[in-house]
């Protein structure tokens, strides 16, 4: 048994053994076919790139060749392009030569023509010297015969008619100068007229003088003892709440509000309205009453200042200057409509500057300045700063436009003048307040004003008499001839002027006229 299985094992040695040496035989003869195999694949990759080396070898160098070609034909026409250019430069220059040549020869002509010229003006010139020589001593013998005919040096006698020269000169450019003065007044009023003339036709509204009373109208007279109420008390609590005077007399039908102010008025008018339909007249509803009006004439208020700025095309407007335009349809100024008045210098004041061409952007400044230049007549707040500077603080407060402000507080010359708009505001300002009808003033103050002016002219030096006329717009001033020349009465004119618009206050203008007469009387017996 042992020994089988020893058998059997040197029989598996052996034969593993022999597969060993029979795969290293067949192994050794596949590699070294292998190795053959990948020689011969070599040679054929070296043939093989050898013939295309010598293919791209020989591509290469005919792409060399024609490039070298192509840059030696490029050479060759660069080179022919430099020639020709060099032998047109030639050409030019052999030109330029022969002008220059040219040019040469003219100028050495003109030159002995022009030294030829010159001597002949030497000649010219030393036999003017000679004659002047001659000139200068016959004028010499002339100014000592003149000299002892008239008895005066050639030294007085060229004074004399220098003085004289003179005078005739200082004459004729006087009348020169007042010629022009007197052609430019006129034709600078012409001009002036037509355009405040057309500005007024475009614009004129009717005017109505408004008072500081309103009268209310009763039904019956039975109504005036519950206005009155028990011992007085409807009336004192009425007139407590609306700040309005209540006059109740003789008069058939009829009530009688008397305040200055219109706001409080037309609350009062309103109020007593409510009162007198409803039928119940105690202190308690009244004073309700009273506050429901003074809500309903803010909104109001409100409502005709939005409506006449949408009527005037102004936008843009702040809500406290919408709200005191609103105010200005109830006050007034000499009896004239605040709003009316400030509408109608609006309208003026685009209507002016539309005239004078000023722009489309300046019309517009114009008409909103024109609009607001009293709204310092409708403070919500009294202060003592005149209207003209309280209505530039308002409208510089609410962000106008700095040539708006300055047309409000200068068109009373308050404020130095700076933008082309704040004269036309002062002129519209001056012709909407002074157009016959649209103000009154009171009879004392119209006749101390008229009496002023009188005053103010017959204080000056020379002047005999003075009237005013037409209503004050004209002041006529008769001077003594004896003690005024006719210069004098111009420049008298102009100071007269001057001072009364410095130191007095006038709607419009007024006209000053300066007459000098001179009467010589005698009496042939």
């Known amino acids: 048994m042992d020994l089988t299985l020893i058998i059997t094992a040197l029989a598996v040695i052996a034969a593993l053994v022999i597969g060993i040496f029979l795969g290293k035989a067949i192994f050794a003869k596949n590699t070294e076919q292998k190795v053959q195999d990948a020689e011969q694949q070599a040679n054929k990759i070296t043939e093989d790139a050898k013939l295309q080396a010598e293919t791209l070898k020989e591509k290469k160098l005919l792409e060399a060749k024609e490039k070298f070609l192509q840059l030696k034909s490029e050479h060759e026409k660069e080179v022919n392009n430099r020639n020709q250019k060099v032998v047109e430069a030639e050409n030019k220059v052999r030109q330029k030569e022969q002008s220059l040549n040219d040019k040469t020869q003219v100028l050495q002509k003109q030159s002995n023509e022009y030294t030829q010229l010159k001597a002949n003006l030497d000649k010219q010139l030393e036999i003017v010297g000679i004659k002047r020589t001659e000139l200068e001593k016959h004028q010499e013998e002339h100014i000592k015969r003149l000299e002892k005919v008239s008895n005066l040096t050639a030294e007085e006698a060229k004074n004399e008619l220098i003085e004289a020269m003179k005078e005739e000169a ?253 004269p036309i505001i002062q002129a519209c300002d001056a012709i909407s307040g002074a157009r016959p009808g649209a103000r009154r003033e009171i009879m004392q103050s119209y006749l101390q004003r008229i009496k002023d002016l009188e005053n103010l002219a017959v204080a000056y030096n020379g002047v005999e008499k003075a009237y005013a006329i037409q209503a004050g717009r004209e002041l006529r001033v008769i001077v003594e001839a004896d003690k005024v020349t006719d210069s004098e009465s111009d420049r008298l004119s102009y100071e007269i002027a001057e001072k009364i618009q410095k130191e007095m206050q006038y709607p419009g203008q007024i006209k000053v006229t300066v007459i000098r007469e001179k009467r010589a009387v005698n009496v042939a017996r």
């Open 170 to 422: 200082r004459t004729g450019a006087m009348a020169h100068i007042q010629e022009i003065v007197e052609n430019a007044k006129v034709n600078a009023s012409k001009e002036a007229k037509k355009i405040v003339i057309q500005s007024i036709q475009r614009v004129a509204a009717e005017q109505t003088i408004e008072n500081a009373i309103t009268v209310f109208n009763l039904e019956s007279d039975e109504i005036k003892g519950q206005i009155i109420g028990r011992e007085g008390r409807n009336i004192r609590a009425l007139e407590a709440a609306t700040g309005v005077d209540l006059i109740i007399d003789d008069t058939p039908e009829a009530i009688v509000l008397s305040c200055f102010d219109p706001l409080r008025r037309e609350v009062a008018r309103l109020s007593l309205q409510r009162l007198v339909q409803d039928g119940r007249i105690h202190p308690a509803r009244i004073e309700e009453v009273v506050e429901k009006t003074k809500k309903q004439i803010e909104d109001q208020v409100m409502e005709i200042g939005e409506r006449t700025i949408i009527e005037l095309g102004i936008h843009g407007l702040h809500k406290d200057l919408v709200r005191m335009v609103g105010k200005m349809r109830f006050r007034s100024s000499y009896g004239q409509n605040l709003l009316m008045h400030s509408k109608e210098t609006a309208n003026l004041c685009g209507v002016m500057a539309a005239e004078l061409g000023l722009g489309q952007k300046v019309v517009k400044l114009a008409k909103r300045a024109g609009l607001l230049h009293d709204i310092g007549k409708v403070p919500d707040e009294e202060t003592e700063l005149s209207h003209a500077l309280l209505g530039a603080k308002l409208a510089e407060k609410a962000g106008e436009h700095p040539a708006i402000i300055n047309a409000i507080g200068a068109h009373h010359d308050e404020m130095e003048m700076t933008y082309i708009i704040s």
